[in-house]
């Protein structure tokens, strides 16, 4: 733990811990990557002259290959990266996140400051990581990182054959001290399977399951099974707590909680003082009460083993709190439990009514949405209504990049001209007929984006019309190459709409959104 008084600044981190280097330093937020990064390389400089040419080469030969790598949005970064520096995050461009990641391999970096999702399929471990702070916004709430999210990261630390130990680092803000976590690897969350029921999920198994089959895939899932298990842990468990309970009531005598009990006259005691406060004296009823203790009170205390039955009381107590601990967890798991086959059956009554499926038989609906894997209601509609087939591949661009697009908080995009408004009604109908709504996702804002760029806009030219960064605008654009490719095979023998939609992905992918080619 890093604490110099007050809330320690990256340099101040940096500076304790500057034996103990290279770094991935975490922070949760883009934004926030970027102003530590500028911060420390202000009073930092880790690289010899040698070392300076070499990431200059590597940022000559990277710009050789990517026009216009570090852009309008980027250039403060050429520097920071001669000085040892770098910041690491998903709004960056996947040939910027390149560069960063080879100087760091490299050994060319002495501080990264990153996400959490350079620690997630990405082997760069380090001499020491530090977290700038234990609390993230999960996209609801502010909250305090998982035991699994911690050491997740934390793990980072440590290179084999260079460091004998890995070094983690917290940096606390002495005013907040209960806003960090502190880690046990013996608590570490366990993962929970997950089992969406999707549209695809129905058809893929009436197409290619025998009954037999798919009620084994609903009932032997992970999701199923660990929360079945749990459960049987927890009302075993409970059984036996309640044996034990039953048990230790062999310890009270025949005169439990009567006038002459010790363990009825302490309670009694504890009352009186209370009911004798100033503030609750004069209660209604209070008086009378205390008067009925007094009265219970001059009957003569049984003289006994009074102490069996105190110490058979809080084991008992104990018992009673884990008892409802675990019964609320059991409800709980009760009532988030998911019945896969009863999700199975409502979403194929409702492919029944949309016409996807006929029993067990596939209509042309089916068919079709049996080759997508994303929003396949909210397409396979567009397709068989004429959304897609009769528009000008900009139109199309428009309306595709939209699908499973959810908007950032402070995302804006200047407007197009196409009018995106028929999508949105189509989207609200299916929402009607009982679509849910995670699987009816689509959003207008991407629109404009993706049309200019179909249009020949220069990836510069897009950042100009939004606030997104380029790694969004990369991701938005590849997702929506992917689902053009989707929809290529599920149109099958459609010749026109698979040219159509093969067009449209060629003109797609080019340039900045062509670097990770597939």
């Known amino acids: ?95 910027l996140k390149d560069l960063v990641e080879r100087l760091y391999e490299s050994r060319l970096i002495y501080v990264l400051f990153c996400t959490e999702t350079f620690a997630v399929g990405v082997n760069f471990p380090a001499a020491s990581t ?47 001290p209960e806003q960090t976590g502190f880690y046990s690897e013996d608590e570490v969350e366990p993962v929970r399977g997950r089992l969406t029921i999707s549209p695809n999920t129905v058809l893929s198994l ?25 459960s049987r842990r927890i009302k075993t468990e409970l059984a036996a707590m309640e044996e034990k309970f039953t048990g230790l009531g062999g310890c009270f005598c025949e005169d439990i909680f009567q006038p002459s009990c010790f363990l009825l006259r302490t309670k009694l005691k504890k009352e009186l003082h209370t009911l004798s406060n100033r503030r609750r004296r004069g209660r209604p009823g209070a008086r009378d009460r205390r008067d009925e203790i007094r009265a219970i009170l001059k009957i003569t205390q049984k003289k006994c083993q009074h102490h069996l039955c105190v110490d058979a009381r809080k084991k008992q107590d104990i018992f009673t709190e884990k008892k409802t601990r675990l019964s609320r967890r059991l409800k709980m798991l009760d009532r988030h439990s998911r019945d896969f086959e009863l999700e199975f059956n409502n979403m194929w009554d409702l492919l029944e009514e949309l016409d996807y499926v006929g029993g067990r038989e596939l209509q042309p609906r089916g068919l079709f949405a049996l080759y997508l894997h994303v929003q396949e209601l909210l397409v396979t509609e567009l ?29 804006q995009v200047e ?45 510069e030219e897009l950042l100009a019309r939004c606030s997104l960064q380029e790694g969004d605008i990369f991701s938005m654009l590849r997702r929506t190459i992917d689902l053009l490719r989707q929809i290529e095979r599920a149109a099958g023998e459609d010749v026109e709409l698979r040219q159509q939609m093969e067009h449209i992905r060629f003109r797609l992918d080019r340039d900045e959104v062509a670097i990770m080619g597939v």
């Open 1 to 95: 733990m890093v604490k110099t008084g007050g809330k320690p600044s990256a340099s101040e981190v940096v500076y304790s811990i500057q034996d103990n280097l290279p770094a991935l330093y975490f922070a949760f937020g883009r934004g926030k990557t970027e102003l530590l990064a500028e911060e420390l390389s202000r009073e930092w400089d880790f690289l010899l002259p040698g070392e300076k040419n070499k990431v200059e080469q590597a940022i000559r030969d990277a710009e050789a290959q990517n026009s216009g790598l570090f852009g309008n949005r980027r250039h403060n970064l050429r520097q920071i990266l001669i000085q040892g520096i770098a910041y690491h995050h998903a709004g960056m461009s996947p040939a």
């Open 130 to 176: 530090v977290f700038d702070s234990c609390r993230k916004w999960d996209g609801r709430e502010f909250r305090g990182l998982l035991n699994r999210e911690f050491f997740q990261m934390a793990g980072r630390a440590g290179r084999r054959g260079f460091d004998p130990v890995g070094r983690v680092y917290v940096r606390i803000d002495d005013r907040f």
């Open 206 to 230: 009436l197409y290619w399951k025998t009954d037999e089959e798919i009620n084994r895939f609903l009932e032997q899932n992970l999701a199923a099974y660990q929360n079945n298990k749990e």
């Open 383 to 411: 397709v068989f209504n004429g959304y897609i087939r009769d528009k000008t591949p900009q139109e199309v661009v428009a309306i595709l990049s939209g699908v499973d697009y959810i908007p950032g908080r402070d995302e």
């Open 415 to 459: 407007p197009g001209l196409i009018n995106l408004e028929p999508v949105d009604e189509l989207r609200k109908q299916l929402l009607k007929k009982g679509v849910p709504e995670n699987f009816c996702v689509w959003s207008h804002l991407p629109g404009s984006l993706s049309s200019a760029w179909y249009d020949g806009a220069s990836f």
